[in-house]
């Protein structure tokens, strides 16, 4: 396939040796995968990256209100993690200012971003990837804080206290009510050591640090689980109890790579892993493809998630309302045949919303679903927008009073849509 007609994320089959199904699983990658343009094939104002960090040429972008309903995106560029806030609902911007200010390299595509979390207090905290030039696939995971309403950042820390050079990455962050900031990521570590001892080990582990002291320094790193899929987005999400509820593409068994979830059982320590998904997708390789979770005011657990095991395919929707003691059954939404993918969800009271992108070959579509009752009863799906441009992962995010869905078309000005409810 043309790097011309790539445009959307999903690499379900790369470098892999996998079971019988390779090729029609490798099929449906193809069709995923076109997030890859030729330069020439990019907006005229983007091709040479080391113009003006306008936020209008970036592939990735994290957005977020914060606690007064300001919008902040953070997005990289040429060595650098920007962050701009509008006061209107992103007609505006101001001009954005530098989080790192020595240059770095930074993973800032797809499943790997820039993310933004907000204190109770006015602070902005922003953590990253950074790419190591020494190994592939390899990275630092960095974090930055304002405690001045973004006028300027802390020098980066490294949240990762294993320094040796390999795989720390897909970094996720939530902070809850107490201020407690939680940092969690895929990790190669024990994959290193099983190495230099001989033995074997499949895919990468999940680990955590936690800060006390509002982002002054983090806590010794912790293992939440092993054998985890390798370059899968993790998602985390705050309980009612303020404690972390964290997920993340698993690897069961014989590459069985379905989703793991987890929740604190107290304020430094995770629980015990259980499994969130049964469709049984057996790929030796890493799809690219994280879930995504939101927990209602109500403790609802509202998950959804990217499979592509030959009976069970394509997005689904599961929630919990007993702290995962059980799941609903999962539901399956999205056109498979127009390569639906990359499902975000959010709570908003009772009101749940997911969004998700296709691709029919020609154009890129956003669409959504929404239930009034807390996931019992969903809406058909609805188109929101349509497009020929490059574009990235969908997000729905809230102000607390609306919902929006932002979706980041390259070369176009950023806009979030704003979704009724």
């Known amino acids: 396939m043309k790097d011309s007609v790539m445009q959307r994320g999903v690499i379900i089959s790369i470098f892999l040796l996998v079971s019988g199904l390779f090729f029609s699983q490798a ?48 997005w990289y560029n040429s060595g650098h993690v920007y962050l701009s806030q509008s006061g209107d609902k992103g007609k505006t911007f101001q001009p ?17 971003r820039p993310k933004l979390a907000f ?63 939680y940092i969690a990521w895929l990790d190669k570590r024990d994959l290193l050591a099983a190495k230099k001892a001989g033995k074997k ?40 109890d303020q404690l972390p509820v964290i997920v993340w593409r698993h690897i069961f068994g014989d590459n069985i790579r379905d ?17 969130l998904s049964f469709d049984k997708w057996h790929i030796e390789g890493c799809p690219h493809h994280g879930p995504s979770i939101s927990i209602a005011d109500d403790g609802v657990y509202h998950t959804t998630w990217f499979n592509n095991a030959p009976q069970r395919h394509g997005l689904f929707y599961a929630k919990s309302t007993d702290k995962m003691a059980a799941f609903s059954t999962p539901m399956n939404f999205g056109d498979y045949e127009k390569t639906a993918a990359h499902p975000d969800v959010l709570s908003l009271g009772n009101k749940v919303f997911i969004v998700w992108k296709e691709f029919d070959g020609k154009q890129s579509a956003l669409y959504i679903k929404q239930s009034l009752d807390a996931g019992h009863s969903w809406t058909k799906p609805k188109q929101l927008a349509t497009t020929t441009a490059i574009t990235d992962h969908p997000f729905v995010i809230s102000d607390n009073k609306n919902v929006y869905a932002s979706w980041q078309k390259m070369g176009e000005k950023f806009q979030l849509i704003k979704i009724d409810n």
Not at 44 to 50: F, G, L, P, R, T
Not at 57 to 66: E, I, N
Not at 219 to 240: F, G, P, Q, V
Request: hydrophobic fraction near 30%.
């Open 27 to 74: 099929s449906y990658a193809m069709k995923m995968d076109h997030s890859k343009h030729q330069k020439s094939s990019l907006p005229e104002v983007c091709q040479n990256k080391n113009t003006i960090p306008t936020l209008q040429c970036a592939s990735t972008t994290s957005s977020h209100f914060d606690n007064n309903g300001n919008l902040w995106v953070a």
């Open 96 to 112: 954005p200012v530098i989080v790192n200010r020595s240059p770095e390299l930074v993973y800032a595509k797809g499943e790997n």
């Open 119 to 181: 204190g109770n207090n006015g602070e902005i905290y922003v953590s990253w990837t950074m790419k190591l030039t020494e190994k592939r696939f390899s990275g630092h995971i960095r974090f930055s804080r304002s405690v001045d309403g973004g006028k300027t950042f802390s020098d980066p820390l490294t949240v990762n206290d294993h320094l040796e050079v390999t795989s720390h990455r897909f970094d996720s962050m939530a902070v809850n009510k107490n201020g407690d900031i």
């Open 201 to 240: 080990y499949n895919g990468s582990a999940v680990y955590y640090a936690l800060s006390t002291n509002n982002g002054k320094s983090f806590l010794e790193n912790k293992k939440i689980a092993d054998t985890s899929c390798e370059c899968c987005r993790t998602a985390i999400a705050i309980d009612t």
């Open 259 to 275: 989703h793991g979830i987890v929740k604190f059982s107290q304020r430094n320590q995770p629980g015990k892993i259980k499994r």
